[in-house]
């Protein structure tokens, strides 16, 4: 009944390379243009979205935490399963830095001061050093100085809106560790040594004390993900989706190992209850999830009106996740204000994330023009 999906025309992607190897993310046409295809963008608008209802209205009943449990490593999973080789170490931290690095500096400039308005306007007083602690967080980037975050007395960064920004530079310290060890990777042996060494310093940095700057008691966690998505494009993984049976073990094994490990959340660095094993289970989590994501995106993608849309907003994830908690903030004043929505919570749920998706959007192709005019097809996503 799934079977057979994969091969089926998706935008662009139904080249007989995609057809012989299941996992080409990219081709290159005859007039040198790169054709994107459309269920990795699929995928990574499920992701946002998620994202962004995880840190508004939430999910019905119980079923939040089996979309949460697994969406920021499906970015990390989707970073690697799209690497492309053929760049030196310096030019890949180049351009990864310059679509990711500069974007994260550049936007917290820009909450600042939207926040500053926002204090103004409301007339709402801060401590003394607030802004002193907002200015230190865009540096330090992480959620808190000492960890666990319930620690008292502790020094909270993220007090702009940008919390869901950390993952940003926990993305480029990750990608510098995956860069500096993928091209001497040229073995299963050698894969798998490199993710178990990866997933021990995880395990070694789990407890310690404080949070580290830019998230790197993280970033190597991260970095096993990429690591496990390009070993995924390397052996045509999404091939075996097509069976109706791989699936099925799949979502049991994602459900079941979801209900014994409850509690992820890695931008605060809590893997789950059990310790050492929590790690474990974190990582098969997040490679279960991240497939059943990419399943999903497949699956969607046979609906064009529905995947073409999707697809879109998979390439502006970037300022969806850096702008979508200031506008969840006004969007909540301005509710309120006006009384909309009062008695329908996942009316006004569901309306806050449509709201904020169109003014996240509106503002992407605002900054793209600015950035380069003469280009209407600028892309901004997280996993680039």
């Known amino acids: 009944m799934v079977r057979g999906f994969l091969s089926q025309g998706v935008g662009e992607a139904s080249y007989q390379?995609?057809?012989?190897?299941?996992?080409?993310?990219?081709?290159?046409?005859?007039?040198?243009?790169v054709v994107r295809l459309a269920y990795v963008d699929v995928a990574k608008a499920?992701?946002?979205?998620?994202?962004?209802?995880?840190?508004?209205?939430?999910?019905?009943?119980?079923?939040?935490?089996?979309?949460t449990a697994s969406f920021m490593q499906m970015f990390f999973f989707l970073s690697g399963y799209t690497y492309k080789s053929g760049r030196?170490?310096?030019?890949?931290?180049?351009?990864?830095?310059?679509?990711?690095?500069?974007?994260?500096?550049?936007?917290?400039?820009?909450?600042?001061?939207?926040?500053?308005?926002?204090?103004?306007?409301?007339?709402?007083?801060?401590?003394?050093?607030?802004?002193?602690?907002?200015?230190?967080?865009?540096?330090?980037?992480?959620?808190?100085?000492?960890?666990?975050?319930?620690?008292?007395p502790n020094i909270?960064?993220?007090?702009?809106?940008?919390?869901?920004?950390?993952?940003?530079?926990?993305?480029?310290?990750?990608?510098t560790i995956f860069y500096f060890i993928i091209d001497k990777i040229t073995n299963k042996k050698r894969y798998l040594l490199s993710i178990v060494i990866l997933t021990f310093i995880t395990i070694g940095l789990k407890s310690i004390p404080i949070r580290l700057p830019w998230s790197i008691d993280t970033a190597f966690a991260g970095t096993v993900f990429m690591l496990l998505g390009c070993s995924a494009r390397k052996g045509e993984l999404l091939k075996k989706l097509e069976k109706w049976y791989y699936v099925g073990g799949i979502i049991i094994l994602y459900f079941l190992c979801c209900s014994v490990n409850p509690g992820i959340g890695m931008s605060l660095r809590k893997y789950g209850p059990y310790g050492i094993w929590s790690v474990l289970l974190f990582i098969v989590i997040g490679y279960l999830g991240s497939l059943l994501y990419m399943f999903g995106a497949k699956l969607l993608c046979r609906l064009p009106g529905i995947s073409l849309g999707l697809s879109y907003?998979?390439?502006?994830?970037?300022?969806?996740?850096?702008?979508?908690?200031?506008?969840?903030?006004v969007w909540d004043k301005f509710a309120e204000r006006l009384g909309l929505f009062q008695n329908a919570y996942w009316l006004y749920g569901i309306a806050q994330v449509v709201v904020t998706l169109a003014v996240c959007l509106c503002l992407s192709c605002t900054l793209s023009h600015k950035n380069n005019p003469h280009s209407h097809k600028q892309n901004a996503d997280i996993s680039r």
Request: hydrophobic residues 50%.
């Open 46 to 67: 499920l992701g946002i979205i998620a994202v962004m209802f995880a840190h508004g209205c939430g999910f019905p009943g119980n079923m939040g935490y089996f979309f």
């Open 313 to 329: 907003i998979g390439k502006k994830t970037l300022v969806l996740l850096g702008f979508h908690n200031f506008i969840f903030l």
């Open 17 to 33: 390379t995609l057809n012989e190897m299941g996992v080409i993310m990219k081709k290159q046409t005859e007039d040198g243009k």
């Open 156 to 175: 909270s960064f993220f007090n702009i809106q940008n919390a869901a920004l950390w993952y940003l530079t926990c993305f480029l310290v990750a990608s």
């Open 88 to 152: 030196t170490v310096t030019e890949n931290m180049k351009h990864r830095f310059k679509a990711v690095g500069i974007p994260y500096f550049i936007y917290n400039v820009i909450l600042l001061f939207l926040s500053i308005g926002a204090y103004r306007v409301l007339h709402k007083e801060v401590a003394g050093n607030f802004w002193l602690i907002a200015v230190s967080g865009i540096f330090y980037s992480s959620s808190h100085l000492y960890y666990p975050d319930s620690v008292v």
